[in-house]
C-alpha cells in the first residue's frame, strides 16, 4: 500500500496490457483455458485493488481485434469467458461505484454480448467512481483510422475546415473521449512492446514491462507498479527542472 502515501503523484489513468495466461497455463501443463479463467482472477483483484487507491480510469486489454485470428475453440472460451466475468461481476462492479464502459468494434461480436456491453455500461452509466474501462476487440491502429475517416469524411462534405484539425480534434473522435489519457501503460510477461494499445492516447505514458504473468499479478504487484510511478520524473518532452 506504499503508493497510496503518494496519492498526489499516483496516475489518474492506468492502461494494463494483461499477457500470460497461456504461458501460465503451459507451465503447469495446463490447457490455456485454465490461463484465462486465472487471468479473470486477476482483474478481479486488480479492478479492487485500483478502485482502493482511488484511481480515475482503469483501461483493460481484454481482447484484441488480432486475437481473432487465434484458434475458434479459444476464442470461444475467451468468450465465454467475458459472460461469465460480465454476468457475475457486473453487480459488484456497480456497487463500488464504477462506471464502465468498453472501446472497441461492436460489430463482430454475438448480438448477446453486444447486448451485455450496453446493459453493463447503461446499469453504471450514473456512477461517479473509477472509469472502469475494457478494450475488447480493440486495435489502436484501427481506432485511428476511424477517426481520422470521420474527419476526412466531414472536410469532404464542407462541415470541416483541414486547417484546424488539432490533435486535440482527433482525440474527440477515439473511443477515450473524455477520459484521460493513461499516465502509466503496464504490459505483463516480460514482453516489451504496446501491441497495438492505445497508440494515440499513450504518447507520454510511463511504461512499465514486468516479468510476472498475467494470472499471478494481483494487488501487491499492482500497488508496486504505482509506486514505481511516483518515482518517475514526468518530462512531456520538455527538460527536467534541474537543467531548465
Given amino acids: 500500500m506504499a503508493a497510496q502515501q ?16 497461456g504461458r501460465w497455463a503451459r507451465k503447469r501443463h495446463l490447457p490455456r483455458q485454465a490461463g484465462h479463467v486465472a487471468g479473470v482472477n486477476a482483474v ?3 479492478v479492487r485493488a485500483a478502485i482502493d487507491a482511488g484511481l480515475e480510469a482503469l483501461t483493460l486489454y481484454a481482447f484484441s481485434s488480432e486475437n481473432w485470428k487465434r484458434p475458434a475453440i479459444e ?7 467475458f459472460r461469465l466475468y460480465f454476468r457475475n461481476d457486473i453487480h459488484e462492479i456497480a456497487e463500488l461505484g464504477a462506471r464502465v464502459r ?13 447486448k451485455m456491453i450496453e446493459e453493463s455500461e447503461h446499469q453504471t452509466a450514473g ?14 491502429q484501427e481506432e485511428i483510422v476511424a477517426a481520422v475517416r470521420e474527419l476526412a469524411r466531414a472536410a469532404k462534405e464542407g462541415r470541416l475546415d483541414p486547417e484546424t484539425i488539432t490533435p486535440e480534434l482527433v482525440s474527440s ?12 501503460v503496464i504490459r505483463t510477461s516480460g514482453e516489451r512492446r ?24 494481483g494487488r501487491a504487484e499492482f500497488m508496486d507498479a504505482l509506486e514505481q510511478f511516483t518515482q518517475r520524473e514526468r518530462r512531456f518532452g520538455a527538460l527536467p527542472e534541474a537543467v531548465a
Fill in 6 to 21: 503518494h496519492k498526489e503523484t499516483l496516475p489518474r489513468h492506468v492502461a494494463i496490457i494483461m499477457d500470460g495466461n
Fill in 44 to 46: 478481479r483483484e486488480v
Fill in 75 to 81: 476464442v470461444g472460451a475467451l468468450m465465454g469467458l
Fill in 102 to 114: 468498453i472501446i472497441g468494434n461492436r460489430t463482430r461480436v454475438d448480438p448477446d454480448i453486444r
Fill in 127 to 140: 456512477n461517479t467512481g473509477m472509469n472502469l474501462i475494457f478494450a475488447f476487440d480493440y486495435g489502436g
Fill in 173 to 184: 473522435r477515439l473511443f477515450t473521449n473524455g477520459l484521460p489519457e493513461p499516465d502509466l
Fill in 194 to 217: 504496446l501491441s497495438n494499445f492505445l497508440l494515440w492516447q499513450s504518447a507520454y505514458a510511463e511504461l512499465l514491462f514486468v516479468d510476472t504473468l498475467w494470472p499471478d499479478f
